[in-house]
């Protein structure tokens, strides 16, 4: 279990608990909080999960797999802290994450 | 105007299996699609990654799966209508008229939704001042590449078609290529040709560079570009063209009054009919209490829907439920002995 924290374009946060095994994305989704699309449904085939991590988490996550910066390409306005949420697995390594939504995801 | 007995709105595994049953039960389809070819996010999107959970198929990739639900309907010679995109919906006495963006039009008494998420687009630029030149000289595919003759060209991208266009105009035109990692998706023999082709100035290579501003009075002068560290540099450019891939949009789906609810339609699990009778939803666009979005599930609910199109399209006739093995309606339907 990970207490997350996700952080709208706007400023809005929400903090919620997750659930180990479960993605970031599914964090997101399942709790109803905006900013996270998820088109395809979690299998790394389009780019509209994409958030943000700060370089203290980024770090610490576990590394992009290959074809996720493939992926990241083609999201909005990715930058070298860009992720999708759908490949970050929730464990308890991560409690206290913050991520940050971009301003959309198309 | 075409008359049939449904229109099918997307050629993905779910739309391609529904007119399978539709063919099955003696119903004719036309079956439309933004894309230009079959398969949607199968041939789209995960072409040659392998899928496992298809029942019976241990292991197939999104291509070898389009290709068999083609040829599983092939005898039914259904009209495919692929680039084309439906755009308007609108009752008309008890059938629906269907227009698309080719100025097509059908005259049905089912419709099917099997849009999967929405109609593949090309993504464009997050610069608000590239939408005036969007069409003209801000591209994001290309019709015919004379246009671009002895012209400084801007292409933004890192993939196959960003790599492949700017080889190919290199010849002709004087071609920047701007990207926003100094890796490419692109193929290795083209990311090759391309360190070539920058090492001999024939292309002007940008890597870690994304677009800031397009500018010019009337026409395109100049586009401005930005590295994350906020350096920015300002390159001539005729044309700008953005090759970041296709997203999708739900497009005019969310107009016709289905309730929509977070990109998906509500539907019953009975046959899979929206709140408006005679139009269906099926596949990953559709919404009921324990929804997958597996390929299977989209299988047993384009069966469903068929049989649901069955009594709008034979008001007079009984449907009769009768299986492939037995049947001889059937077996000469499929052109089989």
Request: glycine share 8%; hydrophobic share 35%.
């Amino acid at each position: 279990m990970a207490k997350i924290k996700y952080i709208e374009h706007n400023g809005k946060e929400h903090i919620v608990e997750v659930q180990n095994g479960l993605t970031v994305m599914e964090g997101a989704v399942q709790n109803d909080i905006p900013g996270i699309d998820a088109d395809c449904g979690g299998s790394m085939s389009c780019a509209t999960c994409h958030v943000y991590v700060k370089e203290d988490w980024y770090n610490k996550l576990p590394k992009k797999e290959m074809g996720e910066d493939d992926m990241l390409d083609q999201a909005y306005e990715p930058n070298s802290s860009s992720r999708l949420s759908c490949q970050i697995m929730v464990s308890d390594d991560l409690d206290g994450l913050s991520i940050y939504m971009p301003e959309k995801q198309v | 105007m075409i008359k049939t007995d449904v229109v099918i709105i997307g050629a993905g595994p779910t739309g391609l299996f529904c007119a399978h049953q539709l063919g099955i039960i003696g119903l004719k389809c036309e079956i439309v699609d933004n894309l230009d070819k079959i398969g949607g996010q199968c041939i789209e999107l995960y072409p040659d990654k392998p899928i496992y959970d298809i029942p019976a198929v241990p292991e197939c990739t999104g291509e070898e799966l389009t290709n068999n639900l083609i040829k599983q309907i092939k005898p039914f010679n259904f009209n495919f209508h692929l680039n084309d995109r439906v755009q308007e919906l609108r009752k008309e006495n008890e059938s629906w008229i269907v227009k698309t963006t080719n100025s097509k039009e059908f005259n049905t008494p089912n419709v099917v939704i099997a849009g999967g998420v929405g109609s593949f687009e090309p993504r464009k630029f997050p610069t608000k001042s590239a939408e005036k030149f969007d069409g003209k000289t801000v591209l994001y595919s290309i019709k015919d590449k004379s246009i671009f003759k002895d012209k400084a060209v801007a292409i933004f991208g890192g993939g196959d078609s960003a790599l492949d266009w700017a080889i190919e105009l290199s010849s002709t035109s004087k071609v920047s290529l701007i990207h926003r990692r100094d890796e490419f998706r692109g193929a290795p023999a083209s990311v090759q040709k391309i360190k070539e082709l920058s090492e001999k100035n024939k292309i002007n290579l940008y890597t870690k560079y994304s677009i800031k501003d397009v500018k010019g009075n009337g026409s395109l002068e100049e586009v401005e570009i930005k590295s994350e560290e906020g350096e920015s540099k300002t390159l001539k450019a005729d044309y700008v063209l953005g090759f970041f891939g296709l997203i999708m949009q739900l497009g005019p789906i969310a107009e016709w009054g289905l309730n929509l609810d977070k990109k998906t339609i509500p539907v019953n699990t009975e046959n899979f009919e929206t709140n408006k009778k005679g139009i269906f939803a099926i596949g990953d666009i559709c919404n009921y209490p324990g929804k997958l979005k597996l390929i299977l599930s989209g299988f047993h609910e384009g069966a469903l829907a068929a049989r649901g199109c069955f009594k709008y399209a034979r008001p007079n006739e009984k449907y009769r439920f009768e299986f492939t093995t037995a049947s001889n309606t059937i077996k000469d339907r499929l052109g089989v002995k």
